[in-house]
């Protein structure tokens, strides 16, 4: 079977826009999440709190439905690929965290590569090359065994709240309306947080 042309993985690198091993990652986190918990989430169904903003979490968001944008997709800036993912029905948490991993075949020709190509100095030719370990340094995630990509373990944690729709009041400074509970008061009229932090000092 080609990994490479798998449905889920098309599907990440679609809201992504590149293949890459973090997606791949995420791909690997997010299949565990699944395969354990059900989903996707088509709502709420599902939370994901995110321990890190790397590549990952498009896979995650793209496979999951844990979003951003739907609230069910909560940051922790732990700067660790780790995510916990916790099923509403009934509490089930699991806890997913990348260990250090085996480096792949060709590990420092692919970081001096990439430091080539960063810099702006890459041939063509180097940048076929590049291109070819990225895609076998995807397979090897995809193939790795799962244990030695990852620590997966139950918790329990408190199943967070739905994300809540919340009124907006009209910024006294620049007009744009502002979630309540963000707004600041400055004798007693509302303010968005980058206004508020402007003229706080003009009070
Ligand atoms: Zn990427
Ligand atoms: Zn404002």
Redesign the pocket.
């Known amino acids: 079977m080609d990994e490479l042309a798998s449905a889920d993985l098309s599907r990440a690198v679609a809201f992504h826009g590149h293949l890459c091993p973090g997606l791949a990652i995420g791909v690997r986190v997010a299949r565990i999440a699944l395969r354990e918990l059900g989903g996707p989430a088509a709502d709420e169904e599902l939370v994901a709190i995110a321990e890190c903003d790397n590549c990952s979490v498009d896979a995650v968001q793209a496979l999951t439905g844990c979003t951003f944008g739907k609230g069910n997709l909560l940051f922790r800036d732990y700067g660790k690929t780790a995510y916990t993912f916790i099923r509403r029905a009934d509490g089930r948490g699991l806890r997913i965290a990348s260990v250090p991993r085996p480096r792949p075949e060709g590990d420092a020709e692919y970081a001096e590569l990439r430091a080539k190509l960063e810099a702006g100095m890459a041939t063509a030719e180097e940048r076929a090359q590049l291109e070819e370990l990225n895609r076998k340094r995807v397979l090897y995630i995809l193939q790795l065994p799962e244990e030695q990509l990852f620590r997966v373990q139950e918790v329990q944690l408190p199943v967070p709240a739905p994300a809540a729709i919340r009124r907006s009041l009209v ?1 006294s ?2 007009g ?1 309306p502002v979630m309540e509970t963000r707004a600041r008061l400055l004798g007693g009229q509302p ?2 947080i ?2 508020f932090e402007k003229c706080e000092s003009r009070w």
Request: hydrophobic share 0%; net charge negative; with cysteine.
């Open positions: 910024c400074e620049c744009e303010y968005c980058p206004c």
